[in-house]
């Protein structure tokens, strides 16, 4: 069985470009979760999708906003990207948002 | 809120030494408790996990042991290979917070041949 898949894998976008990061979760699940990971930290939360509804949302700025559509995919967009937002962005998929996230190879972006 | 304090590495082992990595929490709901692990340049990997106290979870020669009277969940391993060699990351999830996962900053460990 397929995986999480996300694409790009990697990307190099400059100081106040837009980005739009995609997101395949398993199939059958329909609650997807985007994560950041700047180099040598844990994962911090960005949001949280479950039926195409926001269910949660992490200490981000507006800048970054996502969604879900009708066949459970994903994209995270992030607007006028700073160099601090250099980093892995990780989608995790799970059957409902109670049970066990499985993670994606994460979109590796580099803001120059 | 949650919070996951891992053992601050990095961790270097020769091959079949034995692994302990330290993790305890603060949640204040009933978490469940996972153990990550991130392979060079990939994304992470479920390597276990536990849903409630006294729960041992174990995968590939790895296992945890939820201890809620601790509030830890210490990731072990009896014999340690190359291919070990990893980031590891504690989380939990509950649902007050609407199961997002909160992780620790990892642990790397580093194992020779």
């Known amino acids: 069985d397929a995986g999480v898949t996300q694409s790009p894998t990697h990307l190099i976008k400059t100081r106040g470009q837009h980005v739009t990061l995609r997101c395949s979760p398993i199939?059958?699940?329909?609650?997807v979760s985007w994560y950041q990971q700047v180099l040598g930290q844990g994962p911090q939360f960005i949001f949280q999708?479950?039926?195409?509804?926001?269910?949660g949302r992490g200490n981000f700025p507006d800048r970054f906003s996502a969604r879900q559509f009708p066949n459970y995919s994903s994209e995270l967009n992030v607007n006028a990207l700073l160099l601090g937002d250099s980093a892995l962005y990780l989608c995790?998929?799970?059957?409902?948002?109670?049970?066990?996230?499985?993670f994606g190879p994460g979109t590796r972006l580099l803001v120059l | 809120g949650n919070s996951v304090t891992q053992m601050e590495g990095p961790v270097t082992l020769s091959e079949e030494a034995f692994l302990t990595i330290n993790c305890t929490y603060t949640?204040?709901?009933?978490?469940?408790l996972f153990w990550y692990v991130q392979y060079p340049g990939e994304g992470l990997q479920l390597l276990l996990k536990?849903?409630?106290?006294?729960d041992k979870g174990s995968n590939k020669g790895f296992e945890a042991t939820y201890r809620k009277e601790t509030t830890s969940f210490h990731l072990e391993k009896g014999s340690v290979q190359v291919s070990d060699s990893a980031v590891y990351f504690c989380?939990?999830?509950?649902?007050?917070?609407?199961?997002?996962?909160?992780f620790g900053a990892g642990t790397t460990v580093t194992v020779r041949a």
């Open positions: 995790a998929s799970s059957l409902q948002p109670q049970e066990t996230q499985y």
């Open positions: 199939s059958g699940h329909k609650s």
């Open positions: 999708y479950y039926e195409k509804e926001e269910r």
């Open positions: 949640a204040t709901g009933y978490p469940s």
């Open positions: 536990a849903t409630k106290a006294d």
């Open positions: 989380a939990l999830s509950d649902w007050v917070n609407d199961y997002k996962l909160s």
